[in-house]
């Protein structure tokens, strides 16, 4: 079994896939829910599931060469969902709300994660996600759980936040480094073209305006500056 379409399926079951190592692709543009093991082991590439809101416990387990997920409205991702998927890079879950204990665990590659509905975060979300340097939440403040970057070095993660009141004066999360912004849009390398350290604060060059922005981090803020004469 290599692939796998299924338009009007609403709901998959478990353990429904669990091992088909040669399933690399499905397309369920219709389900809603994916049970606990459903795809475990399995050789997906790739995960684009529309409709789903409710990923199960393992449903991902162990699928080795998954390099892309896209859930758009899944609320809620079980405990160990994507453990030991160590291709994937980066994972976008923007109507996330709870994550369970150990769903990332593993990902070894993972460098980013967007999650700005969440507000828990299960025990050990991202255990062993060695290349982990940036996630991303809302204005809301997540629970926080036990040893979640257990095993990941300190420092290495950057926590960015909108601002709000539930982060004001908070500079650590999970014990890493909390850095509040007003857009994400301003922390987007893409944007700037050039950079360059002086002394505690950033001066970049703004490629759609052409202006020379510093940035500065101030107590887990980040403020920006417009100067001239660089």
């Given at each position: ?75 809620s991702i079980g405990e160990y969902a994507f453990e030991s ?146």
């Amino acid at each position: 079994l290599t692939s796998v379409s299924l338009p009007v399926a609403t709901s998959i079951g478990a353990y429904a896939f669990s091992s088909c190592t040669s399933l690399t692709s499905v397309s369920l543009p219709a389900a809603t829910s994916i049970a606990n093991n459903a795809f475990e082991n399995c050789g997906l590439k790739s995960v684009s599931l529309p409709a789903a809101t409710s990923i199960g416990f393992n449903a991902f387990y162990y699928c080795t060469s998954l390099t892309s997920v896209s859930l758009p409205v899944a609320t809620s991702i079980g405990e160990y969902a994507f453990e030991s998927c160590s291709l994937l890079t980066s994972v976008s879950l923007p109507a996330a709300t709870s994550i369970g204990n150990y769903a990332f665990d593993g990902c070894t590659s993972l460098t980013s994660v967007s999650l700005p509905a969440a507000t828990s975060i299960g025990d050990y979300a991202f255990y062993g996600c060695t290349s982990l340097t940036s996630v991303y939440f809302g204005t809301a403040k997540p629970t926080e759980g036990v040893d979640m970057f257990y095993d990941v070095p300190p420092n290495q993660v950057t926590i960015y936040v909108l601002e709000s009141i539930a982060w004001s004066g908070v500079t650590t999360w999970g014990g890493m480094p909390v850095v509040q912004v007003e857009d994400f849009g301003l922390i987007d390398t893409e944007i700037f073209a050039k950079s360059v350290k002086i002394q505690d604060s950033l001066i970049i060059k703004d490629t759609a305006d052409g202006n020379y922005y510093r940035i500065q981090i101030t107590n887990g803020i980040l403020n920006t500056e417009l100067v001239s004469g660089v």
